[in-house]
């Protein structure tokens, strides 16, 4: 049983005809009778009350018209669903990143959700270094990451620039300096992050550089509390920049320039280059790439090469 004969079916008992059918569908009477007689075969039973010269159904073929309505308005249904996921009116967009490049989605999502705010967008929170194992396992279409995976296997789109920012809380002794050494930093307590990191390595190799002591005396599980923390006049931070926007901006926290601390990072868009991205997904790419265009550096949009 096909859709296709269920849509003659229908056609020939609305029109109570064979001939009238056969010109609603533009095919010839006899193309549609052999449809019918396929479709009786099938089924079964005798669908049309050959006797009668209204077209009469059957007890067999007005139950089998009830199927055959849901059916097509099912169908109908699903090929407008189809059409609205393509136009992006709805769908569900998954992705990956961890606390502190979760903070460059937001304006992202935000700006994706007031022009699709049908598409439903679940962030999953997932350490970095997991990202691109999740994807290969297609747990998620679209990960935030600040390192370049096997080029040969993701797609990279470098989309925010970043770089370390030195806090301290706005009654620190620091916070009225606009700059000072690494040398100067050996007596404070550092309010550190307690994941393992390339950053934390790298902040970990500059102390020894410059034979400086590193004193974590103290190491948290998430950024925002240890902001909190430093806020509170314990201690002093390393985080990135874009963790401490607003921070900064209110005054909570002070940001010091230490030259030998300098460190950028590039956040980056990842997804695997064996893959077709949904709708959704291809539509927030357009969302970041706009925005990058409105607002500029630190948001930009760069495709990188795989070579």
Known sequence: MELSQLET?????????????????????PAV???????????????????????????????????ALRLVALRREATSA????????RGRLQMAANEYTCMYLLPAIDAFRREFPHVSVTVHR????????????????????????????FRTIAVYGDSLAFIVGPHHPLAKAERVSINDLGDETFIAHNVTSPLRRKVIEAFQRYRTPLNMGIELPTIEAIKRFVAMGNGVALVP???VVHELESGDLVQITVDELEMKRVLRLVHRRKTT?????RAFLRTVRTMAKEQGPPFYYHVERAG
């Open 82 to 89: 189809l059409g609205e996921l393509k136009s992006v009116q």
């Open 241 to 243: 920049h874009l963790t």
């Open 126 to 153: 997932v350490l970095a270094s997991r990202v691109p194992e999740e994807l290969n396992l297609r747990t998620f279409e679209l990960g935030v990451i600040s390192f370049r995976p096997d080029p040969e296997q």
């Open 277 to 281: 991205l949904s709708y959704a997904a």
């Open 33 to 67: 009778s052999q449809v019918i007689r396929k479709l009786e075969a099938s089924v079964g039973e005798t669908l049309f009350d050959r006797a009668s010269r209204d077209g009469s159904l059957t007890a067999a073929g007005v139950l089998l018209r009830d199927y």
């Open 9 to 29: 079916f229908l056609a020939v008992a609305e029109e109570r005809s064979f001939s009238r059918a056969a010109q609603r569908l533009h095919r010839t009477q």
